[in-house]
């Protein structure tokens, strides 16, 4: 097999380009390179860490350890969805159009994957689980936090408009629908960006890897393949579920704008 | 008749009650921020608010939201758009054209950018747009306020076929003329009482 072991040297050497953002950020003062250096130890230590603890568990093969190993990421990508929100619901909502879309949409997404598409044996074998469900809950991450952000974008911002539709004897669905096909668009936007592109400008990330691992390179295009339906369909179900919540509670039963629910209203 | 029951949405608008028969032009008046917006938005349901609003005894809080603001139509003072063309916003762009040159403005305004008009047009087409929808009463708050005195004769002679037609308007305004020349009934607004004139002014 044609596999390169990478030493840690190779990677500091990776991370040099990344460093020369950061300080052209910091020279130009754009209030960036604290936040960049902050996402990059971040994501230095969760992958070392990440790293120990996969060979922990594949190692045990013991379904309630991956069951956990699932429920702490599942955890995180919930808390990401919530911290990312730029205008969050009051109260207990805030956790619940997001993130319960992303736990839900996730975990069914997950198990079809599982039970109906590659069928691993156990169905619950770690080395399948874990990354499938770390694609799904990631880019479904993605999708619904820039899907939230635009719809509740759209209603405090095109409130007039929205009204208009409404005053013009629209439902609630009705009056915001041009604006919820908007945001799916964008939360859609970077997976229909990458299938795209996929195999012509790029090599998508997964296929790289597998095949710079030494993976034969037809192998590599089918799970691609199946990988990046499987986003699709998750980030657009999840996202649609996550903007359906959050029309939902931001309008009421006589069919009106509720912006008195987001949670910078409270204060 | 438009009957208006103990509506309110405190602290801005405190209990209401008034009315304004078919066929009458009801005028409101009174400084900005009075609380003559939160009224027309809260005769339409557009904020969470106390009390009922009746039209010819049918109560407002015992039929579905979208089906009472199409009988009672409201125009509020800054229109709001959603798309790009006008024609998209009107469900029947054709049978609208009429309409448009009731209100001065040329058939062919139908195709125009919503971001190429003017604030006049845009409150003309705003006006058309909801009448598309044949309401039987309208709230309009300052409806020629962006207008020069040729479009706002317009208007006010469209306003005035209405009324022949049975319909009830409640119109607001800062114009004491206006208010002369439509008025049958008038109110004056202030720190969200309501409270009757006698005369406009």
């Known amino acids: 097999m044609g596999y390169i072991s990478l030493s840690y040297w190779a990677v500091a050497a990776s991370a040099l380009l990344f460093v020369i953002t950061a300080a052209l950020a910091l020279l130009f003062e754009m209030g960036l390179a604290r936040s960049l250096g902050w996402v990059a130890a971040r994501m230095v230590a969760q992958l070392l860490l990440v790293g120990l603890v996969l060979k922990f568990i594949f190692t045990a093969t013991n379904g309630w350890v991956t069951l956990a190993a699932a429920s702490v990421m599942a955890g995180m990508a919930m808390r990401e969805v919530v911290r990312r929100q730029q205008r969050p619901l009051a109260g207990a909502w805030r956790w619940l159009p997001g993130p319960a879309s992303l736990l839900l949409v996730g975990v069914l997404a997950l198990l079809y994957a599982l039970l109906v598409v590659i069928r691993p044996e156990p169905w619950h074998a770690p080395r399948q689980l874990l990354p499938i469900f770390g694609m799904i809950l990631g880019n479904s991450m993605t999708g619904i936090t820039l899907g939230l952000n635009a719809i509740t974008e759209a209603i405090t911002r095109e409130r007039p408009a929205i009204e208009a539709r409404l005053l013009l004897g629209c439902t609630r669905w009705q009056a915001v629908r041009p604006f919820a096909g908007r945001a799916l668009r964008m939360a859609l936007t970077p997976i229909m960006n990458a299938m795209a592109a996929a195999g012509i400008i790029s090599l998508p990330g997964m296929m790289t890897g597998q095949i710079l691992a030494g993976a034969p390179p037809v192998e590599a295009v089918k799970y691609q393949l199946m990988i990046m339906f499987l986003i699709a369909g998750v980030v657009g179900l999840a996202s649609l579920a996550a903007m359906a919540g959050s029309i939902w509670r931001l309008t009421d039963e006589r069919h009106r704008l509720r912006p008195d629910r987001f949670a910078a209203a409270e204060s | ?201």
């Open chain 2, 1 to 201: 008749m438009l009957e208006v029951k103990a509506l309110a949405r405190l602290p801005m608008l405190q209990p209401t009650s008034f009315s304004v028969p078919a066929g009458e032009c009801g005028v409101i008046m009174g400084r900005s921020g009075a609380g003559k917006s939160v009224l027309a938005r809260a005769i339409t349901d557009l904020d969470p608010n106390e009390g009922d609003v009746l039209w010819r005894g049918q109560s407002r809080n015992a039929m579905p939201a979208p089906e009472w603001r199409r009988l009672v139509a409201y125009v509020p003072a800054e229109s709001g758009w959603w798309a790009e063309r006008v024609s998209d916003h009107f469900a029947f762009p054709g049978d609208a054209e009429a309409l448009l040159e009731e209100v001065g403005l040329p058939a062919e305004a139908m195709h125009w950018l919503v971001a190429r008009t003017s604030s006049g047009e845009r409150q003309r087409l705003a006006l058309a747009r909801a009448l598309a929808m044949q309401p039987q009463a309208l709230v309009l708050d300052e409806p020629t306020s962006a207008l020069d005195s040729e479009s706002r004769e317009k208007v006010e002679a469209l306003l005035r076929r209405l009324l022949k037609e049975g319909k009830a308007l409640l119109l607001i305004t800062h114009d004491v003329a206006q208010a002369r020349r439509l008025g049958q009934r008038f109110w004056r607004m202030e720190a969200g009482v309501l409270t009757p004139l006698l005369e406009p002014g």
